[in-house]
């Protein structure tokens, strides 16, 4: 029997291979050299040849600007294939594995989420009866040590 996280898990990978199969590569025209992000400030700009760089691609007459896998030699002026779907708009290059270990790492995330918030509130109400608790006490207490009438 297949549980819940095995379906979408499934369902993830039919995406990604739907996605894959409407991708189209497309010429795309570099805008600033590998490895350098034109929005950090200037001192903080990494020269990390980071395979990525800032592009310019055209599909059916519209142009479309983001940031895509490139060689770390490349430069400004360069021209890389990059793949597309339908509406032009860059797709994701992650495969089937690497979509399997987010999903995995999301459900572990929401695991921690989750067990911390109950936790919590395990903590909390264990505090709130213990302070029920003393009160009660105390008022045993003070009627105890009050001087009989």
Do not use: Y
């Amino acid at each position: 029997m297949r549980g819940g996280g095995d379906r979408n898990l499934h369902l993830a990978a039919q995406q990604s291979r739907a996605l894959a199969a409407q991708a189209r590569p497309v010429p795309a025209v570099l805008l600033v050299d590998a490895g350098i992000d034109p929005q950090a400030e200037p001192a903080m700009r990494s020269t990390d040849p980071g395979a990525s760089s800032w592009a310019r691609w055209t599909v059916d007459g519209r142009e479309h600007t983001g940031q895509v896998p490139a060689p770390p030699q490349a430069r400004a002026g360069d021209t890389v294939t990059v793949p597309v779907g339908p509406d032009g708009e860059l797709l994701d290059p992650r495969g089937g594995t690497e979509n399997a270990v987010l999903a995995i790492a999301a459900a572990c995330g929401l695991w921690a989420a989750l067990a911390g918030t109950g936790g919590l509130v395990i903590f909390a109400v264990h505090r709130m009866l213990i302070r029920s608790r003393l009160r009660v006490w105390d008022q045993a207490l003070r009627k105890f040590a009050e001087p009989p009438r």
